[in-house]
């Protein structure tokens, strides 16, 4: 059935499963959902996209809630928008996130050689999903296994995502404002910084015609435990990155995000003296690295943003000073 049309001012759209649907969801009835979200925008990327708001194919039509329709329907849509089968656009009410920072900046360079676009005009979208009403966002695994039993072509591919092809999607439907919940910046502008020194690989041009392979070879370097030394230079460029394309409380993450494009010893002395050069104590708690939530089942990459994250806190002692707070907010006076 239809679903009904809502104000232009409301920020999302949330995902409503009923009771018995929740219990196939754990993730999403907890609300546990990846905090930093990527997107690339590119000119002639599929769906409607503006920097300020973005929104899938039907946004401007009636939204309709995909736990409405009838499973079989709702199979065959969710499998349709994951394919990119050639129509699906038509009347699709969803839009894909991924958690890997590396599967979108390697997508901005497939979408460049690809589409001829100019990577000044190819934009990277992060969003802060807790900026977000709880329920906005679903990760693909649980929706797909819920409705998998509809559709024997969803089952392969769900068995398929079971393999190293994973790369993290988290979905929303209906039109999503993101003007106040996220940054962007061009890839060339990134580039320009040093985008290529932190991860050599991405500056291979014969590579660029590649894309969920290429972020294999990547990944194989993390498997390899082959940690790459980290220079004062790294740092420096991670943070130039982050602050001149990010800016402010995005400063921190940023950086941390940037630097995880490699495996790198999580617990490296030139990041963390890199690091308190630049951020004060009272900078680290902007940023709230105590609330950055990660999935990191067979996402090397986003285990390593993790690892970094929890060794920026340990730097600053936001570790220990949890952990008072805690055992004093847990005294009965």
Same mark, same amino acid.
């Given at each position: 059935?239809?679903?009904?049309?809502?104000?232009?001012?409301?920020?999302?759209?949330?995902?409503?499963?009923?009771?018995? !649907?929740?219990?196939?969801?754990?993730?999403?009835?907890?609300?546990?959902?990846?905090?930093?979200?990527?997107?690339?925008?590119?000119?002639?990327?599929?769906?409607?996209?503006?920097?300020?708001?973005?929104?899938?194919?039907?946004?401007?039509?009636?939204?309709?809630?995909?736990?409405?329709?009838?499973?079989?329907?709702?199979?065959?849509?969710?499998?349709?928008?994951?394919?990119? /089968?050639?129509?699906?656009?038509?009347?699709?009410?969803?839009?894909?996130?991924?958690?890997?920072?590396?599967?979108?900046? !390697? *997508?901005?360079?497939?979408?460049?050689?690809?589409?001829?676009?100019?990577?000044?005009?190819?934009?990277?979208?992060?969003?802060?999903?807790?900026?977000?009403?709880?329920?906005?966002?679903?990760?693909?695994?649980?929706?797909?296994?819920?409705?998998?039993?509809?559709?024997?072509?969803? /089952?392969?591919?769900?068995?398929?995502?079971?393999?190293?092809?994973?790369?993290?999607? *988290?979905?929303? /439907?209906?039109?999503?404002?993101?003007?106040?919940?996220?940054?962007?910046?061009?890839?060339?502008?990134?580039?320009?910084?040093?985008?290529?020194?932190?991860?050599?690989?991405?500056?291979?041009?014969?590579?660029?015609?590649?894309?969920?392979?290429?972020?294999?070879?990547?990944? !194989?370097?993390?498997?390899?435990?082959? !940690?790459?030394?980290?220079?004062?230079?790294?740092?420096?460029?991670?943070?130039?990155?982050?602050?001149?394309?990010?800016?402010?409380?995005?400063?921190?993450?940023?950086?941390?995000?940037?630097?995880?494009?490699?495996?790198?010893?999580?617990?490296?002395?030139?990041?963390?003296?890199?690091?308190?050069?630049?951020?004060?104590?009272?900078?680290?708690?902007?940023?709230?690295?105590?609330?950055?939530?990660?999935?990191?089942?067979?996402?090397?990459?986003?285990?390593?943003?993790?690892?970094?994250?929890?060794?920026?806190?340990?730097?600053?002692?936001?570790?220990? *000073?949890?952990?008072?707070?805690?055992?004093?907010?847990?005294?009965?006076?």
């Amino acid at each position: 059935m239809p679903g009904p049309i809502y104000p232009a001012e409301q920020i999302s759209f949330p995902f409503h499963p009923d009771d018995l !649907q929740r219990k196939g969801l754990p993730l999403f009835d907890r609300n546990s959902t990846p905090r930093y979200l990527y997107r690339l925008v590119a000119p002639q990327a599929s769906g409607t996209s503006a920097l300020s708001n973005t929104a899938p194919f039907a946004a401007c039509q009636s939204p309709r809630e995909l736990f409405h329709f009838p499973q079989k329907k709702a199979a065959s849509l969710l499998l349709n928008h994951l394919l990119w /089968q050639r129509g699906a656009e038509d009347g699709c009410n969803l839009m894909s996130w991924t958690s890997s920072l590396l599967f979108a900046l !390697q *997508y901005a360079l497939y979408r460049h050689r690809k589409d001829g676009d100019d990577l000044r005009h190819i934009n990277l979208i992060i969003i802060d999903t807790s900026l977000f009403p709880q329920g906005t966002f679903i990760q693909d695994m649980e929706v797909m296994k819920l409705f998998e039993h509809a559709d024997t072509r969803l /089952q392969k591919f769900v068995e398929y995502r079971k393999t190293e092809y994973y790369f993290g999607e *988290y979905l929303n /439907q209906g039109p999503l404002n993101i003007q106040g919940r996220c940054v962007f910046a061009s890839v060339q502008q990134m580039i320009n910084l040093g985008l290529f020194t932190l991860q050599p690989g991405l500056a291979e041009e014969e590579q660029w015609q590649c894309w969920p392979k290429r972020v294999l070879d990547y990944r !194989q370097l993390f498997s390899d435990k082959k !940690q790459v030394a980290t220079s004062r230079e790294d740092v420096k460029t991670a943070l130039d990155i982050a602050s001149n394309c990010f800016g402010g409380p995005w400063t921190v993450p940023g950086a941390i995000m940037l630097l995880s494009l490699q495996p790198r010893c999580r617990d490296d002395n030139v990041i963390s003296e890199g690091f308190k050069a630049r951020f004060s104590a009272a900078d680290i708690k902007e940023a709230a690295l105590d609330k950055i939530e990660t999935h990191t089942e067979r996402l090397p990459e986003v285990g390593q943003f993790r690892d970094l994250v929890e060794f920026i806190k340990r730097s600053y002692g936001l570790g220990e *000073y949890d952990t008072v707070v805690a055992g004093v907010e847990g005294l009965s006076v």
